[in-house]
């Protein structure tokens, strides 16, 4: 089984990273957000749980909750408010807007990993049977049942392999293929395929999805990854 990927959004820098780490030694893959500008930025399906301050810039935690329920890609994400806001009136208010859970700071660090394992194992296998339908990031989309990729309203058109290349990569944001892992998993069903038709597809792949074509990283001597 997968290890599950939370996002800590908050502004308080310490905080994040006391939490990041401690979150880390249980297992979990943690990404951190200083704003909710900043979470809202990244490709929000590829967690399975956030982990949501609600005082900060311009974007509060609460907005971003209302945002996310709105979205019928993100709005099966469990989230859990972590705030200094601890009346009865702002809890009322996390939960009617779609929050799982509030935990009202100071806390203690076992109180939020008890919190998480309880919510993830509520809601765990409503995720699993979530079939996506889209993966996107920024202006970047990808149509999974059309098998249609876009960039903004804008429709690119990619042959067969290309799509295959840019979904396996931004289904795995920052994580490196090598070459003969992305053979494996998209030119399974033939015999033989050489080294160099990998990087013509990425080549070809690059040039139509600009200004995307940058995210695509080469790693000498590992392979190719979604940079985000």
């Known amino acids: ?5 939370i996002l800590v959004t908050d502004d308080e820098e310490d905080l994040c990273e006391i939490l990041k780490f401690n979150l880390e030694t249980e297992g979990y893959i943690v990404d951190i957000a200083h704003s909710a500008e900043e979470a809202l930025a990244l ?32 709005k099966h994400i469990p ?52 079939p996506k339908e889209e993966i996107q990031y920024k202006t970047l989309r990808l149509d999974l049942l059309r ?36 053979l494996t998993q998209i030119w399974s069903d033939e015999t033989y395929v050489l080294d160099r038709t990998i990087d013509v597809n990425i080549t070809r792949l690059r040039k139509k999805i600009a200004p995307y074509d940058s995210c695509i990283v080469t790693r000498l001597g590992y392979g190719y990854c979604f940079e985000a």
């Open 147 to 182: 098998k249609k990729c876009f960039i903004g309203n804008e429709e690119k058109a990619l042959t067969k392999k290309e799509f295959e290349i840019l979904r396996l990569l931004l289904t795995h944001l920052n994580q490196v293929f090598s070459r003969e892992e992305i």
């Open 79 to 130: 989230i859990i408010f972590i705030t200094a806001r601890d009346s009865e009136n702002d809890m009322l208010t996390g939960f009617n807007i779609g929050g799982d859970d509030y935990i009202s700071k100071p806390f203690s660090i076992k109180e939020v990993q008890a919190r998480i394992k309880a919510l993830l194992r509520r809601t765990s296998s409503t995720i699993n049977e979530l």
């Open 43 to 74: 490709n929000l399906q590829n967690y399975d749980l956030v982990l949501l301050d609600v005082m900060m810039g311009e974007i509060s935690g609460f907005m971003m909750a209302s945002i996310m329920r709105k979205s019928d890609s993100l």
């Open 1 to 5: 089984m997968r290890p599950y990927r």
